[in-house]
């Protein structure tokens, strides 16, 4: 079935820096949506990409999506502590079904 | 809106018994989903709904696990009989459709013992 990888595990900051997460799937998506979960909360949806090597930005946040439709990546400029939480990655594929990713742990040293 | 809201946010039980998590989903929103997050297997989707109607239910792990739609207010996940690998943070999501986003409940913690 499908699957979507994720890369790095966990990523420590120090506030200012920039920081970012990959994503990979093995088929071809017809879109990609990304979450944030704060520790001990829920997953937030943040983003949707739908069109290949279509970029959006939310203030420091910068969404890419691959010309293959099947890698995605998040970037974010000039952390803060209130960027701290996992970041999901979640392709939809021709099934319709949303697979996630296991995330990236952000933390965020002042 | 008062978001998806999910009961309880807590649960603890012993091994054996029937554990039954609830979910209301945001008026409007056509797709229910039931996830399942775990440390070593993270979201797992166990199963969906679209239009009160059980459309893929593959990931629900065994026979234990059942889910209901009655009406499109209201969902359940029961387990019966519950065994301690379900401890887990069961998430109820819903979405207006195929191609947006989800809102997520904020959760039940399952706690079996």
């Known amino acids: 079935g499908q699957q979507v990888m994720q890369i790095p595990q966990y990523q420590h900051v120090q506030e200012g820096e920039d920081f970012t997460t990959y994503c990979n799937s093995s088929t071809t998506l017809s879109n990609i949506q990304w979450y944030k979960q704060r520790p001990g909360g829920h997953p937030v949806f943040l983003i949707q990409?739908?069109?290949?090597?279509e970029v959006k930005k939310q203030k420091r946040l910068t969404f890419q999506f691959g010309e293959a439709k099947k890698n995605s990546s998040l970037h974010i400029t000039a952390t803060q502590t209130t960027d701290v939480g996992t970041y999901f990655c979640a392709g939809v594929g021709s099934n319709y079904k949303l697979t996630f990713g296991k995330g990236t742990l952000l933390t965020v040293n002042p | 809106d008062a978001g998806v809201i999910q009961s309880p946010r807590h649960e603890v039980t012993e091994m054996g018994q029937e554990v039954t998590l609830r979910c209301k989903p945001i008026?409007?929103?056509?797709?229910l989903f039931w996830y399942r997050q775990t440390m070593m297997r993270g979201l797992e989707l166990l199963i969906y709904f679209n239009n009160n109607v059980p459309i893929d239910d593959s990931g629900m792990p065994e026979d234990r696990f059942s889910a209901k739609m009655p009406n499109a207010s209201f969902s359940t996940l029961k387990i019966q009989p519950s065994e301690p690998r379900d401890s887990a943070v069961y998430f109820c999501a819903s979405s207006p459709g195929v191609n947006y986003g989800y809102t997520f409940g904020s959760g039940t913690r399952l706690t079996v013992v």
């Open positions: 008026s409007g929103h056509d797709y």
């Open positions: 990409l739908v069109k290949s090597g």
